[in-house]
């Protein structure tokens, strides 16, 4: 079994209880994962991110050779919004409780890297928020 964690970037808008028309015909990228015979079950939620998220849906179900892919970022960066921001060292440690909580459980590990976004090009160098996020190479 491959689980989906993670935010509105991964979410299964087809699900009911996002219905689709509500979101605007949006997806998620884990809506469209198809591993033909493995299941795929995406817990991915919008608004959600490492501080929030409830892993005890798929924490309980977790088999021995079961794939976990995990999506945050986002929102977790969101500073107007005390329910999910995280500063970056909260967002390592976030990410490293669950790294070990997976990988305690003899589970896959496939952590989602976010896309950029709201990002300026100067030169080389790579400006979101004032903080350099990476190199243009």
Do not use: C
């Amino acid at each position: 079994t491959v689980y989906i964690a993670g935010d509105s970037i991964a979410t299964n808008y087809a699900l009911p209880e996002f219905g689709r028309e509500e979101y605007d015909n949006r997806y998620g990228w884990g809506e469209k994962l198809d591993f033909g015979e493995v299941s795929v079950v995406n817990r991915a939620v919008p608004g959600q991110s490492t501080k929030n998220f409830n892993f005890d849906g798929i924490y309980s179900r977790l088999k021995k050779g079961d794939y976990v892919l995990i999506s945050f970022g986002h929102n977790d960066s969101t500073q107007n919004n005390d329910t999910i921001y995280v500063t970056v060292d909260q967002y390592k440690s976030n990410l490293k409780n669950i790294i070990n909580t997976i990988t305690l459980k003899n589970m896959v590990l496939v952590i989602v890297v976010i896309l950029v976004r709201n990002f300026i090009l100067i030169g080389k160098i790579l400006i979101k928020s004032k903080t350099i996020v990476g190199v243009n190479t």
